[in-house]
């Protein structure tokens, strides 16, 4: 069990629930006094460098990503970068990625411990857990950037294709995958061409949506432009990751 789960995760980042509802305030509606008090009550960030603006966050993502797809990706320091994370995380991103195994956030945009904040699950959509755990990044530790990442070839987004063509339900608890997926399925379905990359693709932009407009909290985010919610699709066969606009 991670440290997140096992401890409770406001006394974890040795924040009080009264310094959370001070940050998810100010996430609100700017009041002067909070935002003071928040700042004088901070303690410094284990990764300075990882405070980064939205488009920062998204830049440092895409050139972690070159370095990959180029095959020059850095020699990482996990050793020496234990003791700043045994006491914190300040994650510049966090990502919403398919539970894949060909897709490691980690490696794909050439990142180390503590600097990505990612959630996987198969058909990468955002469950309510999924968002709750968004909000999560972006309250408590201030994330500046949500990156909902898709893949080429994903065979949970085939499954509920070829479950809602043929009128059959997949074993187990596969069907809650089907149904998750299948507004997407359901919206390019009568499209030309290339079904399941473009159902992939509207995947990654209705759970971009749902995301960016998840009240209370990532949608003020969102509004005060303190978080970009964006959508990107992983490419098998070169580790490119391609935004969608
Ligand atoms: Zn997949």
Redesign the pocket.
């Known amino acids: 069990m991670c440290e997140m789960c096992r401890d409770n995760p406001f006394d974890r980042y040795q924040l009080s629930r009264r310094n959370l509802l001070i940050i998810a305030g100010s996430l609100l509606a700017t009041k002067a006094a909070g935002a003071k008090e928040t700042k004088k009550e901070a303690k410094a960030p284990p990764k300075p460098q990882n405070v980064l603006s939205p488009d920062a966050s998204l830049e440092r993502l895409l050139k972690g990503n070159s370095r990959y797809v180029d095959g020059v990706s850095l020699r990482h320091d996990f050793k020496h970068e234990r003791d700043a994370l045994v006491g914190g995380q300040n994650p510049y991103a966090a990502i919403l990625s398919?539970?894949?195994s060909r897709?490691a956030p980690e490696y794909a945009f050439d990142s180390g411990r503590g600097d990505l904040f990612v959630c996987r699950v198969?058909?990468?959509f955002a469950t309510s857990e999924v968002i709750a755990s968004m909000e999560y990044a972006v309250a408590v530790l201030g994330v500046p950037l949500i990156l909902v990442l898709?893949?080429e070839s994903?065979?949970?987004?085939d499954a509920a294709i070829k479950s809602l063509r043929d009128d059959k339900a997949l074993p187990g608890h596969m069907p809650s995958l089907v149904d998750a997926v299948a507004p997407a399925v359901k919206a390019v379905s009568q499209q030309a061409g290339d079904v399941l990359g473009k159902a992939i693709r509207q995947n990654v932009i209705d759970n971009v949506g749902k995301l960016s407009s998840a009240t209370p909290i990532l949608s003020a985010a969102v509004e005060q432009r303190k978080l970009k919610v964006v959508g990107g699709v992983y490419g098998l066969r070169d580790g490119r990751v391609e935004m969608m606009a």
């Not at 994903?154 to 987004?157: D, I, K, Q, S």
């Open positions: 398919c539970a894949d897709i198969a058909g990468n898709g893949h994903c065979g949970a987004v």
